[in-house]
């Protein structure tokens, strides 16, 4: 296995239990903690910037993982961060990310949302011809900051093994077909003189590098018949997100290595001039290095199953689509140390007052004990970032890990408590309304 794809193991989910135990982050009423390892995610990233080109601005997709001290440790090592909603780019901001490291690709932007992100200098990807009309309407009214426009195209490569995270396919919602509006396209370009990129992002897990080099290798096709009818050289090229990531021991999953080889013999001109170049990986950098910790509730021998504190309000897509999500998971006992004994199938359920809350089934496994910890092994994309407030649960306390500095764990977000759920769900206060 390769150092970008080197997963949390059972030693470190130890460690990480007996460290977050000292720091007085986890007690004997901690419910569940959700944990990011730092270093890990320094050490992605680092790896990113060493295979891929000089010129590749590597903007992480903040929904991957939306935590601003997460963010803020990518940020400090010279990653971007693409943002998915005008909240993201305050997240961005919040984490002291530059306005020109910040990709902006909401499908939805309200003309308020565009000019916030003209006026602060943030890098636009359009997603229709609609947004293109808004964005020139608004540069000739305000003052721009941003000299990054781009148009997002669906370049029409088919849908992954995953239906419902791929988008490269006919029939998208995102992004100019590039089928059926080529020509529109090129008259995009010939019109506005401020657009000057292109963007392709074809799914999240589920696409192989066939299909992820193919759709860079269309773009960069279209960036050149547009360079040669404009006369005019585009300044970036975006090929998005949706490097796959492993999730089970036994799988294989292309290393960064792997798609810059398959980039630079689909599309050598991409890799090899000074064009600006923007990735937009998620998964393949988050998920890896969270685990979530999960304090066992009850045991039900009879079903084979425990009951633990998260479920579908945290593991939204495997519990939903279990056929396309899965988790491994370890056992550590209540005081932190790793299970032994005769493994046997278990049922792992959440604490969600639904039938289907199950996180997964027939888990081979030692014993499993009330009091327990079952540790969920890559939580550390599209899970917090997804959270789902059903039956009003709390979310745990994040804490960050890292092997090299001398505390090793530091929290990174509040545990919620039941006032912070009440201040939630509740209107103004009469008072309030008055003001
Ligand atoms: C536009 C865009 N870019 C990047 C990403 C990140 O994808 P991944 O986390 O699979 O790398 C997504 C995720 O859906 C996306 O919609």
Same mark, same amino acid.
């Given at each position: ?60 997709? =903040? ?7 997460? $963010? +803020?440790?990518?940020?400090? !090592? #010279? *990653? /971007? ?60 009214? =305000? ?7 781009? $148009? +997002?195209?669906?370049?029409? !490569? #088919? *849908? /992954? ?70 006369? +005019?050289?585009?300044?970036? !090229?975006?090929? /998005? ?195």
């Amino acid at each position: 296995m390769s150092a970008f794809q080197q997963r949390i193991t059972l030693s470190e989910a130890e460690v990480i239990w007996q460290r977050s135990r000292e720091a007085g982050l986890l007690s004997d009423r901690t419910r569940s903690l959700l944990v990011h390892d730092l270093d890990r995610m320094r050490s992605r990233i680092a790896i990113l910037q060493e295979v891929f080109p000089s010129h590749t601005l590597h903007a992480l997709a =903040i929904k991957a993982n939306p935590l601003v001290e997460i $963010l +803020r440790e990518a940020v400090n !090592v #010279g *990653a /971007g961060l693409e943002a998915a909603s005008i909240e993201e780019a305050h997240l961005a901001l919040a984490a002291e990310c530059p306005a020109e490291r910040i990709v902006f690709d909401s499908p939805a932007k309200t003309m308020e949302e565009i000019a916030e992100a003209l006026e602060l200098g943030i890098v636009l990807n359009a997603d229709n011809f609609a947004e293109l009309r808004r964005i020139d309407q608004l540069i000739k009214q =305000i003052s721009t900051r941003t000299t990054l426009i781009g $148009l +997002r195209i669906n370049p029409e !490569v #088919g *849908a /992954g093994t995953i239906s419902h995270t791929s988008v490269g396919q006919a029939g998208s919602k995102f992004g100019a077909p590039l089928s059926t509006t080529r020509s529109e396209i090129i008259g995009a370009f010939r019109r506005y003189d401020w657009l000057n990129g292109v963007h392709v992002h074809v799914g999240s897990q589920g696409c192989s590098l066939d299909l992820l080099a193919r759709a860079a290798s269309r773009i960069d096709e279209l960036r050149r018949e547009l360079e040669g009818t404009t006369g +005019r050289p585009l300044a970036f !090229v975006d090929i /998005g997100g949706g490097l796959p990531t492993l999730y089970r021991e036994q799988q294989s999953a292309p290393t960064p290595q792997e798609y810059v080889t398959r980039l630079k013999q689909e599309a050598p001109e991409l890799m090899s001039s000074d064009r600006l170049l923007i990735t937009e990986f998620g998964r393949a950098i988050q998920a890896g290095c969270g685990v979530a910790l999960s304090r066992v509730e009850f045991v039900r021998p009879e079903q084979r199953m425990a009951v633990i504190h998260l479920g579908a309000d945290f593991l939204l897509r495997p519990v939903y689509r279990p056929e396309d999500w899965f988790h491994e998971f370890f056992v550590l006992d209540a005081q932190g140390r790793r299970k032994s004994g005769t493994l046997a199938p278990l049922t792992i359920t959440g604490p969600l007052c639904f039938s289907g809350d199950i996180i997964a089934r027939d888990v081979i496994l030692p014993p499993v004990d009330e009091g327990d910890w079952i540790v969920i092994r890559d939580t550390g994309a599209y899970t917090l970032g997804m959270w789902s407030h059903h039956c009003s649960r709390s979310i745990p306390g994040v804490v960050g890990y890292d092997a090299t500095s001398p505390r090793q764990v530091r929290l990174l977000r509040a545990a919620e408590t039941a006032s912070d759920v009440v201040r939630f769900w509740s209107g103004p206060r009469p008072a309030d309304v008055d003001k």
